[in-house]
């Protein structure tokens, strides 16, 4: 089992930065896909980022690209999504989640979820 624990989000007027954390505990150890995704009100759910916390391979959606950045610390098991340029658009509850097993770029099997972080941009 994977725990997650989010924080960072807040908010910004247009233009600003954020960045968002999730620190994962548990069984992590083999390496985990991270993934970040966001929910605004009446919206489907969009996959934003994600990185394998072992082999580091990353994803990015398109629309964000250029914008939005994820990394990982190893040490602190921790993930982030750095969020730069942020629009008002952007604003949303964001989320972390973690899979097992399966390609990271793929949304199905996202099992384990933090309790998300609202992000208002205005």
């Known amino acids: 089992h994977v725990q997650l624990v989010e924080s960072g989000g807040g908010s910004v007027q247009a233009g600003g930065s954020l960045r968002l954390s999730c620190t994962a505990s548990?069984?992590?150890?083999?390496?985990?896909?991270m993934g970040w995704f966001r929910q605004a009100p009446g919206k489907k759910r969009e996959t934003l980022a994600t990185i394998h916390t072992r082999v580091g391979n990353k994803y990015v959606l398109d629309s964000v690209k250029g914008r939005f950045t994820v990394s990982q610390d190893n040490f602190k098991n921790t993930v982030y999504l750095q969020m730069n340029s942020l629009q008002p658009e952007d604003t949303a509850t964001y989320y972390c989640?973690?899979?097992?097993?399966?390609?990271?770029?793929?949304?199905?099997?996202?099992?384990?979820w933090g309790q998300g972080t609202q992000v208002t941009v205005s």
């Open positions: 989640a973690a899979k097992l097993r399966g390609a990271c770029a793929l949304t199905e099997g996202y099992d384990h």
């Open positions: 548990g069984n992590t150890g083999s390496g985990v896909c």
